[in-house]
């Protein structure tokens, strides 16, 4: 059926074709620079792309064209198991960002197009290389894109290596007073479930009183919902927050042994509190943490920080919080910003850990410079890098404050108080004419990133530590050295892969 349909397909679209001409102009991009830069780039219409199964990659693709010109998009695929997606990149506070799916018309407002086209291969995809075409067609003009996809025998895993936690924050998800509370859940489903397809573990966030007293938890329903169950069960989760400031004693110690009994405790955390600076907060987070290990002393509890405490007996003593939180804080989430570059600070944190306890770090409105962060102002190789990092100072999980942290929800401005883009990586879809929200193009890179993890984990399980190291140092050495060019991450990829396959 799909190669008669193919065929059918090819007869309609060689008599479409022979009416116009082959002279659209086309630039084609790695995903990794800025869109604008195209003209650095010859024109070309050819790309090659190699995957492992269950994998995304992109490119980037401009056409000059004429204001209002409507344009087609039509696929002649060799494999039914690669899903091609077509989005347009939108501006947005002066920068370009947004994908706003397209589906299979293109309506030009400008004199150029730019498009992000991204391949998905899935577990069933056969390794192999294909030959696909991506013809756009214009009333007088047309061209046909040449997409070369080598598929291998290696497979990405459905649950990440990596507990990746980001937060979405409920008050900017809509307007409480206009909504049902069915509706509003099902927004809260939408969101989460974008996350995890992202390779993300999401958690929707509230600040208490306030002040950087935090309130966290996973599922779009309450704790005792029994939908909670089987959304948290969902084989892409490894790690999920649960409520704490919400629950009286007696919810919180059932909660605690209704998931402790499911065995499920384990892949749970505490986010109580952001960045204390105090002493006397750091006592209150403990505070609130014996109370949890009082009725559950194998639960987790996650606090992120950025230094030492601002006073007291251990002021500006960045490690002393490894013995101050002893016991009572079980993930130490430390902002990269605090390591300034220096990776003998991330063996020093992992020595300091005690027992099971665990550290991850995270970027926010640091680190900056040359470092890998997600902010707006910096290179699409910055924004792949930050799981680069992660994989090289051996962290054991990474979080994220915000994917919608707006300055104001109906003009999607930013934030003035923080670097352009900081905690914006995913758009109401509403105001792109979109039914569904929709992503930047800074959280594809980043996911991009996470897929290099998984091979770079793939490849240590494969060959060891010091070889994966020494292959992956083609392209990162340290957080202020590593690859600006496509073509040393293509090398490196197609290297590991080579040697995963066999």
Known sequence: MYKLKRNILLIFLTLLLMSCKNDLKCYILPSTENVDSYKNFASDTKISLVMAKAEYEHFQLVFETIPNEEYSICNQQENADLTFNFRKIESINGYDDVLVPTGKQILAQDTIVKLWVTCQSGYNTKPGTYKEQMVLIGKKSKQTIHINVTVYNVELPIKPSIPAAFGIIDKNLYDSTKLESEEQENIRLKWADLCLNYRINPYFSTWL??????????????????????????????????????????????????????????????????????????QQINDFAQEIHEISPQASVLTTFYCGPKDGKFKDQLFSVFDLWKGNTQIYCMSAWALKTDETKADTCRTLLQ??????????????????????????????????????????????????????????????????????????????????PVVSIRLERWRDGIEDYEYLKLLEQKVGRAKAESIFNSIYQSPVEYTNNYTQINKFRETVLDILKK
């Open 355 to 436: 027992n099971d306890d665990e550290w991850w770090t995270y970027v926010c409105m640091g680190p900056d410079g040359k470092e890998p962060n997600l902010l707006l102002s910096m290179t699409g190789y910055q924004h792949r890098a930050v799981l680069w990092r992660s994989w090289k100072e051996k962290t054991t999980g990474f979080l994220y404050w915000a994917v919608n942290a707006f300055d104001d929800m109906k003009k999607l401005t930013y934030r003035k108080d923080l670097p352009a883009g900081d905690g914006v990586l995913i758009y109401p879809g509403e105001l792109f004419n979109c039914k569904d």
């Open 209 to 282: 009183e306030k002040s950087m007293k935090h309130e966290a938890h996973s599922s779009p329903w309450k704790w005792n919902d029994v939908r909670t169950a089987k959304f948290l069960a969902d084989e892409r989760f490894n790690r999920y927050a649960l409520p704490y400031h919400s629950l009286q004693k007696q919810e919180l110690k059932e909660m605690l042994q209704t998931y402790e009994e499911a065995g499920i405790l384990k892949k749970a955390y505490f986010y109580l509190w952001d960045e204390p600076v105090l002493t006397s907060e750091y």
